[in-house]
């Protein structure tokens, strides 16, 4: 009697055990995959996000009413401009530096992204007038908040938009301003004249 009582005792252990094995096998697969849905979610999640924020269009941004031309107040865009030109600086062997840059945006072709007329003082080595100068560059900040600052565009969609961008009357104003300003410090200065001619040359030579 003791002994198949022992008997009995010891299979509803195994039994028990049995049962407790497979809830863990079955807890610990609705766990698995449970988790892996958690990290397909975070994945399309994060596709998603950078897909909104690549390929999002700013609708209506070609138009001037609706993107007007200001002048730039986020200091982490200006400063990316800022970095840019201080890195041209440094490739360009007859620039000295690039003097009270400002930084006037409308917005780009896809969220996240500007379209920046960049106007500053240009100082030449061994010339005390200063060029002024207005350059154009895109900008686009990345998934990381960062912004990048080029100066050339591959895609040609954007290229497309950039050109009906300046064609814009405030940008042309822009334009017309820094032109003139440009004139008036050329003709004040022959060694700056001189100069400009020899960066022409150069470039021609470079060219041909």
Known sequence: MEGREKDCSDGRRKHWKIVILIFLAVFAAVIGAAGLSLTKAKVQKAQKKISDHLYTENRRSEYILLNPLRMEEDPKLTGAVRDYYRQQEQEAGFVESYDDICVYTKEGKYR??????????????????????????????????????????????????????AEHEDVQ?????????????VRSDALLQEALADLENAYKNVDA
């Open 112 to 165: 996240g992204t500007y379209v920046a007329f960049a106007r500053y003082n240009m100082k030449i080595r061994d010339v005390y007038t200063k060029v002024p100068g207005l350059s154009t560059v895109y900008i686009a900040e990345d998934e990381e908040g960062r912004y990048q600052v080029s100066a050339s565009v591959e895609d040609e969609i954007v290229k497309e938009y950039i050109q009906k961008i």
């Open 173 to 185: 104003e822009l334009m017309s301003e820094t032109q003139e300003a440009y004139q008036a410090a």
